[in-house]
């Protein structure tokens, strides 16, 4: 919507997400944008797949330094030049020359440190993209300092450090986001609609793959941080599996148990295993499986949903959607829109930081996704089933 | 091949096993036709994909009666029908309106017991389709009357009475053959075909669901003995997901280790679970998952293999197979010849019988599949990975 809108005269944000709790279908507004995220008004500002309001002018941009500059650091510096409401002022990481390069590629000023990152008065947000290990203890520095934080998947590896970092963000009053941008891919809000219908009915089992291609796994050498066993526990699941974890809990709620089988099947002379497959078992009932892997031809992403009522699957990164209703054979094309998630999520930052709303995906949803990485890890060593802590 | 190659001359199926062990081209014959399903030599005709000699009116056809006569036990016998080189000329079930009706249809003699066919000298085999746990007890009296025997899946519940049944029918020097029919699919038959080649790679997950539709669940009252804890453990294992478990294995090797989580989702007033996932550790290194239900909108069917130089889906109760390439984004469609999976098993018992060869699922494949079947039993009651019996 960002950016397709702007004429449109919107009701802001905030107004919009008090309106709507509980309420799917607003004068002017097409029902079938709006869904909730929640049980209607369990969480501030969970509203998805409405439209955000345009950035207008009067909105000064939201002055953010890259924490991290890999390739998702530079990936989310790119989304963020396309009209969200962030600028990229500034740049850190512990290479003199990848933060000299990065700064010259997005015009920002190179920092030595974290530290002088934060102590920068012209900084007022922080989009971290570092190892998974220290998301937490960065996440609370930002907090400490009053920065705002945007921090990518895996929040944390421990439900203890997830919680650590949420509630430092509380007591800062800083806006805390996660990038879980997956779920606002078109074709999983477009689901989670179906299932708010009730198109589906009962939902028996939910399925998915998130892998790398095998040429990716080239970047997992010995010397890469993320070919290290304590960063990359359970194969590609801190990296890629994590998201299909956030996706599966917003469309069928908490994840209460797990069961994982994760070997090294291929890869030689890293630790890292790079197949994983993991049993879920939904509070609500449905039993789920989710697929990862380093190591296919090429990268997979799909999703599906089997109901009572109807069947659906999400193909090509979300951008394609079919469904088969019971007594069809033929599986019907779901009208998508055309959406980027990382801007969109971005753009949702910029709002929150503007308004004090809280944004989708904050520490309490991811601290949940982390919940169950770490029963994952648990249950891949033990061989055993194991509960997700609450 | 049955059927459309009558005036070919082809030599006998067990002069063609004995030059085709190690070999994979034969001077007439197209090399993609012919497949060894273990490692070379390791299996007394274990040909796959291989053409059988075609029935000709030299060979007297096998007499044979129906122990069962419920939806299996009719398309048993309506495919025998097609040229199988069988003649169904008896049948038993508990309930003589069933039979007699059974014999009308069919055109043989209804039989008032299991006792009475094993007595009946026209009788020289045995189509078992009765109840899951009476099998094995079946098939050993089947095997102490002298008769050959054709049975179900799945072979057994338990691993000590599939050992039972197989030990039987090699004292009495019967054939013994299993209806693992799937893996007969002109696309398992394909796949198999291109693992050989290597053309996959190493593969790293194999996936797939096998679950039927709510439609059918109506059946599974607690008057139905499918709806019996003690005839369907794990949900719809033994009637559906046991057929994925046989192709998987034929596709990859010995499974050595599941975990399982199985429960009752939607359906009530039974005691059988209608969702169930399992994880599958094979020991030649891949990852496997397998889902199945008696509960999705439609019958669900496909299989798919992640590779590290392709992947690969089977698709549409395996009429259709998919194959993406390392590096190429489409899907190219692998050109299958029609199959009848059914048709083609009642052929090769036939013919096994005729000429004392072995079949491709006898006693010994069977049982390895009712090792992974006890597996996953033991695996979701206890909540923790079971290694398989060897």
């Known amino acids: 919507m960002i950016g397709?809108?702007?004429?449109?005269?919107?009701?802001?944000?905030?107004?919009?997400?008090?309106?709507?709790?509980?309420?799917?279908?607003?004068?002017?507004?097409?029902?079938?944008?709006f869904t909730i995220a929640g049980p209607a008004g369990s969480r501030r500002g969970a509203l998805t797949g409405a439209p955000f309001a345009p950035i207008t002018a009067a909105m000064e941009p939201v002055r953010v330094a890259a924490v991290g500059v890999g390739l998702w650091g530079k990936t989310l510096a790119s989304a963020a030049a396309k009209d969200t409401g962030l600028a990229v002022v500034a740049c850190t990481s512990r290479s003199a020359d990848t933060r000299a390069e990065f700064a010259r590629v997005h015009g920002c000023r190179a920092l030595p440190s974290l530290d002088a990152v934060l102590a920068?008065?012209?900084?007022?947000a922080v989009l971290i993209t570092t190892p998974h290990s220290v998301h937490a203890a960065q996440v609370v520095a930002a907090a400490s300092a009053g920065k705002h934080v945007f921090v990518d998947?895996?929040?944390?590896?421990?439900?203890?450090?997830?919680?650590r970092a949420t509630e430092a963000c509380r007591r800062a009053g800083v806006v805390l986001a996660v990038g879980h941008q997956r779920r606002r891919q078109a074709a999983n809000r477009a689901l989670r609609r179906l299932l708010d219908e009730g198109?589906?009915?009962?939902?028996?089992q939910i399925e998915g793959n998130m892998s790398g291609e095998i040429a990716f796994s080239s970047r997992l050498t010995p010397a890469a941080w993320r070919a290290a066993p304590a960063e990359t526990p359970a194969g590609a699941m801190t990296?890629?599996?994590?998201?299909?974890?956030?996706?599966?809990?917003?469309?069928?709620?908490p994840v209460a148990r797990v069961m994982?089988?994760?070997?090294?099947?291929?890869?030689?002379?890293?630790?890292?295993?790079?197949a994983t497959g993991i049993l879920l078992e939904f509070a609500a009932g449905p039993v789920g499986y989710l697929g990862t892997s380093w190591v296919h031809a090429s990268?997979?992403?799909?999703?599906?949903?089997?109901?009572?009522?109807a069947q659906a699957w999400s193909e090509a990164d979300g951008a394609r959607l079919l469904l088969a209703r019971r007594g069809r054979t033929e599986r019907e094309a779901v009208p998508l829109a055309?959406?980027?998630?990382?801007?969109?999520?971005?753009?949702?930052?910029?709002?929150?930081?503007?308004?004090?709303?809280?944004?989708?995906?904050?520490?309490?949803?991811?601290?949940a996704n982390v919940a169950v990485l770490e029963a994952i890890v648990e249950s891949a060593r033990g061989g055993r089933a194991v509960d997700v802590a609450r």
């Open 4 to 33: 397709t809108s702007q004429s449109m005269r919107i009701p802001s944000r905030t107004s919009l997400a008090k309106s709507l709790i509980g309420v799917l279908s607003v004068a002017g507004w097409p029902a079938r944008l």
């Open 120 to 124: 920068d008065p012209e900084v007022e």
């Open 239 to 253: 990296n890629l599996g994590i998201h299909h974890v956030d996706t599966y809990q917003y469309l069928l709620g």
């Open 338 to 367: 055309a959406v980027d998630p990382v801007v969109e999520e971005l753009a949702e930052f910029a709002r929150c930081v503007r308004d004090g709303t809280a944004p989708e995906v904050g520490g309490e949803q991811a601290t």
């Open 299 to 309: 990268r997979t992403s799909y999703l599906t949903l089997h109901g009572t009522d």
């Open 199 to 204: 198109a589906l009915g009962r939902v028996a």
């Open 260 to 274: 994982a089988l994760s070997r090294r099947v291929v890869l030689t002379g890293v630790e890292v295993d790079d």
């Open 153 to 163: 998947k895996p929040f944390a590896l421990t439900v203890a450090d997830a919680r």
